[in-house]
């Protein structure tokens, strides 16, 4: 069965620092990826998502930037956080009959 | 472009009693609809989806949703909520032919004794 992995689960870290949150699947092949972000009080709203290797597609022009080096792993990264990076993150999965699956997400708090 | 739009932010439903949860979507063709749940702190659980087909759709957990063209709407029910059905709830929209799904911003469920 197909399995999806986030971590780290939470994450405090300073201003100006830099984000690296990682994804997997398992048990499929070619997968599309998505980094979603929930910010307190908010719905989801789409970052990045991804239909194949070194395919990234942006919905949000922001601070924060996403890679695929792998069929099944989807990286979220940042050179230099904000305060407003704050919020919970959350990768998913689908094979495009849009039944998402979603990981069980990182908070990240910015102090 | 589609969008999502649900308008009670909050619902507070008494153990035993019924629930409906409202979804309007906007999108010009007919769309793929899904409600999906969140427990705190958690990833989001699929509850159900409509593809085609039959308009009422049941899902996981005892819930149901009705798609109504006319209205544009897909709203969630349940006939008898638990203490457990307390949690966030989000519907969702995706657009034929691309992969991404819009959310609305949620309805959070509180359940009363």
């Known amino acids: 069965s197909q399995t999806i992995h986030q971590w780290p689960a939470t994450l405090v870290q300073p201003v100006g620092s830099p984000l690296s949150l990682e994804c997997t699947v398992e048990?499929?092949?070619?997968?599309?990826l998505y980094w979603y972000r929930q910010a307190a009080g908010r719905g989801l709203q789409l970052l990045f998502y991804s239909v194949g290797i070194g395919q990234i597609s942006s919905e949000v022009p922001q601070n924060l930037s996403a890679s695929r080096p792998q069929d099944r792993q989807f990286i979220l990264s940042s050179k230099k956080l904000l305060l407003s990076d704050s919020g919970f993150y959350l990768c998913a999965w689908t094979l495009g009959n849009y039944g998402y699956t979603f990981g069980s997400g990182t908070r990240l708090t910015v102090v | 472009a589609q969008s999502v739009t649900q308008p009670d932010i909050h619902i507070t439903v008494s153990e035993g009693a019924s629930l409906e949860l409202r979804c309007n979507y906007s999108?010009?063709?007919?769309?793929?609809l899904f409600w999906y749940v969140q427990s705190p702190g958690q990833g989001l659980q699929l509850l159900l989806k409509?593809?085609?087909?039959?308009?009422l759709v049941q899902g996981i957990k005892g819930f149901e949703a009705e798609f109504k063209r006319s209205q544009s709407s897909f709203n969630l029910r349940k006939p008898s909520v638990h203490w457990s059905d307390a949690a966030e709830y989000f519907c969702?929209?995706?657009?034929?032919?691309?992969?991404?799904?819009?959310f609305g911003t949620g309805t959070r469920l509180l359940v009363s004794p």
């Open positions: 048990g499929t092949s070619n997968p599309n």
């Open positions: 969702a929209v995706g657009e034929r032919g691309f992969q991404k799904l819009v």
């Open positions: 409509y593809f085609s087909g039959d308009t």
């Open positions: 999108y010009g063709a007919t769309p793929y």
